[in-house]
């Protein structure tokens, strides 16, 4: 084993979880076992949440531009740290180290975006009547949670670690228990760019410890990023409980391909929004709908996927259940009559033979009726469906139950604009194959793929950490008694 057994992390410290059942966290690259994970126990949960109230009173009354220092230093040792953390990222992820640098590039990013904060809760103030003025402040919530998945280790951690804990909050992460080794570095980074103790703390576990999250009657919000079924899970009983919840889950997006579309520069969006992390990205394209002849954007789409290379710029998926799952959806596309033109099944790196691989795959003829043309299949597969019509492509598209993102690729401009107004999804792109807004713009889908009010990122999350207090305020004492009075 690589790394000792992992500890939680409260009140600034290590510690060993009250239970001594544990997971083991194998690097999908090689098969190698890197550590154990505990499956902490509610009791776990609440000291941590004990910590994280005592260190409150003191952290939401530091004024934000002194909370905002803390994310200015630890920006720092991100780029400080960024090869450490995207090799550890691909160890226990399995994507490919440039992927991971890309991952913790994004993570600079957001902490950037959280030192802009002082700029942006800066409140309204108004004189409402004679003497008489009003005044709104973003309070922060208190003890929040943020529950991850294990395609991003990092970065969906750094969705919400900085903008909540710079506007004043303290918080309970739970990192996917697959990926549970980068969070812990994220805990140390924090630590030594002088967060206070008890700010930030760690609770390793599964679905026990997700569920006594939403039970816990002094956590004030819980913010969910994984797939649609945990994430209706979360949003109800959180939300039964009478606390905030923003919960994200899956996607199946689609791109619509229309036959101006520049070719060269399609096929390799597409190959890459399709592969890119080995597919598991709840942006990545996953249904591709050619509208017309797009035959020579197909064959070009099936040049690129050739050249990615499994083990070299293909990374792996995250176990033997999820390649075994992304396989068996193939077979069933083949089996249903779609033609399999790429086809990643039975991949194989040498040197790294328990190693969990998908090639890339390229599946055409597919009808909206198939499993590949409905479901999330999360892995490094695009299922290609031909129409007739824009509208006709529109309707496939509207019919799936998620939102996350849809993509057209066309010169022609009122087209795009057309596609934009009537694509059912929060992030849409034009000849762009994996929409995410870049900071300061919000992350977010719709429909399915996501349940509670706002945005994880960007302004909008501003609304979701915290709370309005308005008030009215009289100066002049003196002034007559009116309604306000
Ligand atoms: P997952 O839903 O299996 O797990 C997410 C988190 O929930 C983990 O921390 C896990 O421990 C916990 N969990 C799992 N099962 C649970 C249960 N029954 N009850 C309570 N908690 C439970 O997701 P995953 O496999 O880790 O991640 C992949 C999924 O996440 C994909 O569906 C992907 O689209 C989605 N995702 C969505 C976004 C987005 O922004 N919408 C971003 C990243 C990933």
């Known amino acids: 084993m690589k790394y000792p057994v992992i500890q939680n992390y409260i009140n600034g410290s290590w510690v060993d979880s009250s239970t001594s059942k544990t997971m083991d966290v194998i690097s999908p ?55 450490e953390l995207a090799e550890l990222c691909s160890e226990e992820n399995g ?33 409402v009547s004679r003497g008489v003025e009003c005044r709104t402040e973003h309070v922060p919530l208190g003890v929040v949670a943020s529950i991850v998945p294990f395609n991003f280790p990092s970065m969906v951690p750094n969705w919400t ?16 228990e697959k990926v549970p080794l980068s969070c812990g570095r994220l805990a140390e980074l924090l630590k030594e760019a002088g967060l206070p103790d008890g700010v930030f703390n760690i609770v390793h576990g599964d679905v026990g410890i997700v569920e006594a999250i939403c039970d816990h009657p002094n956590i004030e919000a819980v913010s969910f990023v994984g797939s649609t079924k945990v994430a209706k899970i979360v949003y109800q009983r959180a939300t039964h409980n009478y606390k905030r919840c923003l919960a994200l889950g899956g996607a199946k997006n689609h791109l619509m ?69 992304i396989e068996q959806y193939i077979s069933d596309a083949e089996k249903d009559g779609a033609k399999i ?33 409905k479901e999330e299949i999360f892995g490094p597969v695009i299922s290609i469906m031909r129409t007739k019509t824009v509208d006709e492509a529109l309707e496939i598209e509207n019919a799936n139950p998620y939102g996350n993102a849809a993509s057209v690729f066309t010169q022609n401009g009122a ?69 306000m009075s």
């Open 95 to 127: 994507k490919t180290y440039s992927e991971s640098v890309a991952e913790i590039e994004k993570c600079i990013e957001l902490t950037e975006f959280a030192t802009s904060l002082p700029q942006l809760v800066t409140g309204e103030l108004l004189e």
């Open 29 to 83: 690259l090689d098969g190698n076992l890197l550590s154990r994970v505990p499956m902490s126990s509610a009791a776990d949960l609440d000291k941590a949440v004990t910590a994280a109230q005592a260190a409150f009173p003191s952290w939401s009354k530091t004024p934000i531009k002194e909370r905002v220092q803390v994310f200015f230093r630890y920006k720092v040792l991100l780029e400080k740290h960024l090869r």
């Open 415 to 483: 087209m795009a604009r057309y596609i934009i107004d009537r694509a059912s999804a929060g992030m849409i792109g034009v000849n762009v194959g994996v929409p995410v807004p870049r900071e300061p713009f919000s992350f977010g889908g719709w429909n399915e793929s996501k349940f509670g009010v706002g945005d994880i990122t960007g302004k909008s999350s501003i609304e979701f950490w915290t709370k309005l207090k308005k008030s009215t305020i009289k100066w002049n004492a003196e002034a007559g008694v009116n309604w």
């Open 161 to 176: 670690i900085p903008n909540a804990i710079a506007l004043g909050n303290c918080m309970i992460m739970k990192p996917s």
């Open 341 to 373: 033109l790429v086809d990643g099944r039975n991949t194989s790196v040498p040197g790294k033979e328990k190693g969990t691989y998908v090639g890339p795959t390229v599946i055409d003829f597919v009808t909206p009726d198939m499993s590949v043309a």
């Open 257 to 325: 391909v229309l036959p101006d579309a520049i070719s060269d520069m399609t096929a390799q969006n597409v190959a890459a929004s399709m592969s890119g992390c080995a597919g598991q990205r709840c942006m990545a394209a996953s249904a591709m709908i050619g509208v017309g002849n797009i035959d020579h954007i197909v064959a070009k789409i099936c040049d690129e996927a050739r050249k990615i290379v499994p083990g070299v710029n293909l990374g792996a998926v995250i176990n033997k259940a999820s390649q075994e799952r």
